[in-house]
Structure formats: C-alpha cells, structure tokens
C-alpha cells in the first residue's frame, strides 16, 4: 500500500512491516516567465537560481527523505549521470550581484501556487520567498485553488509558479512537457532554439550513448537559460509484509520482481 508522509514512521515500527522509500518522475519546480517585462533578463533568473538552498529547501519539504535535482532528467533515469548531478550553485553573494547586473529595483515578483495535500508547492513556495526575500527580492505569494492555476499555467498567465510536473518515463517526453513555442503552445515554458532542436533529436534518436549526449546538453543549457528551477523529485513510500521481497516505490503499483524470500 502506498503510505502518506504522517503514517511513515507509525507504519516502521511494526514488526511485520517493512516500509520502502523511493523517488518517482514526477518533477517539483518553479516555473519562470520568460516573456514577462521582468524575467526576460536571464541575470534575474539566474539570480532567482542562486539565491535557493536546494539541499535546505528539500529536505525540508520532504522530512529529509528527498534529494535535490535541478536536471530535467529525473534521479531514478537511466540517463541521470555525472552532468545531471552537477546543479544550480547556493550563492547569496552571487545572486545579489546578477541583481545588481540586472538592474532589479525591487519590482514584486508574484509566485502563484496551491495548497493540494498532494503536492508540495505551497510549502516551496514559503522557504523560497524566505530566500529570495534574503537577497533582496520582493517576493509575494498568490495561492488559488489547482485549476485556476492550472488554467494561468495553460495560458502562460503567470510570473512565477510552484508547479510540479507529472511523470514522464522516457527523458524526452519530460522535455517535451516543457519545451516548445509560446505563440501556438502557450503552456511551455522553454522556447529556446537550442532546447527545441535538443528535443525533436531526442524524440528521433534511440542510440542510448546519443541521448546521453543530447540530455547532458540540454541539462547544461538549462542551468545558463534558467526558464525554470527544477527543485527535486516526489519521494514516495510503500509498506508490505515482510513475507514478501522486490517491492519498489514508485508512481504505480508494480509487481515486477516482486515475490516471497
């Protein structure tokens, strides 16, 4: 049975049970406008970037079961190398600088997000204004309920968004979630150039070294452009009899593997 973060520890200290912990797919973030007035200079985003105590922010959110991931590609992917490994750099210092750079004058940046039990973007978005308003953000939070938010993020009405992504197995279609132009598909996030061409290559080539290439570029190119800010995966947990061995978290039930020791 798929067990909620408050039963977790409750649920470990009976003797008959055993309790796995593990990452899905599915991707947590902060999504940035690229076409707004304001975070159309890539300084400030990158400065938004900065300014987060990933490792901080996560094991927060998750009672420090989860770990940061600021790759597109998601930790449990036959893709997740030593490029995706490499994140966003916690820097203060830095991060009033590229303020500075930008030309920021303390304009308010709006983060939109929810309260949905499911998900954790309402507490990501607190613990990030915390740091951005450190730095010198003038950070504010707008909550509504999902589908008004889910309706600005499908027109592209927003500054910011606490979103969370669902899963997608293979890393291409986790690019393609995001990538792709605005003018006829407002939802995306990412238009660059170079990230669609990374994508369309992606959805084409099957040769796995080939697409170790193209993931690890576009994973470089996503910590310079910073059209969004990739926080972590979900961590979830199962809990099954102890007769029973090969039980694996993740976003289904799945009984690959799974039998009596």
Not at 42 to 62: C, F, G, M, N, P
Not at 202 to 212: E, H, L, S, V, Y
């Amino acid at each position: 049975m798929a067990v909620p973060q408050p039963l977790r520890e409750e649920l470990r200290r009976d003797p008959n049970l055993v309790v796995e912990i593990g990452t899905e797919p599915v991707r947590h973030s902060f999504i940035l406008q690229t076409r707004n007035p304001l975070l159309k200079n890539v300084k400030l985003r990158q400065a938004l970037a900065a300014a987060i105590d990933y490792k901080s922010l996560v094991e927060e959110i998750t009672n420090g079961l989860g770990h940061a991931n600021n790759s597109p590609v998601y930790q449990t992917s036959r893709y997740y190398g030593p490029v995706e490994k490499q994140g966003f750099a916690y820097d203060p210092a830095q991060a009033r600088r590229l303020l500075q750079e930008a030309g920021y004058k303390g304009e308010p940046l709006v983060i939109l997000t929810n309260k949905r039990d499911s998900m954790p973007n309402y507490s990501a978005a607190v613990f990030a204004q915390q740091m951005w308003q450190a730095v010198g953000l003038n950070v504010q939070i707008n909550v509504l309920d999902w589908a008004t938010q889910l309706d600005r993020y499908n027109t592209g009405n927003y500054m910011i968004e606490a979103f969370s992504y669902s899963s997608r197995f293979d890393p291409a279609l986790g690019l393609e979630q995001i990538v792709g132009p605005k003018d006829t598909q407002p939802r995306k996030v990412w238009e660059n150039p170079r990230a669609i061409a990374l994508t369309t290559k992606a959805m084409q080539t099957t040769d796995p070294r080939a697409r170790q290439e193209i993931f690890d570029t576009a994973h470089k190119l996503i910590l310079e452009d910073v059209p969004m800010i990739f926080t972590h995966n979900a961590v979830s947990a199962v809990a099954h009899n102890k007769r029973v061995v090969g039980v694996r978290p993740w976003a289904a039930p799945t009984f690959w593997g799974v039998g009596k020791p």
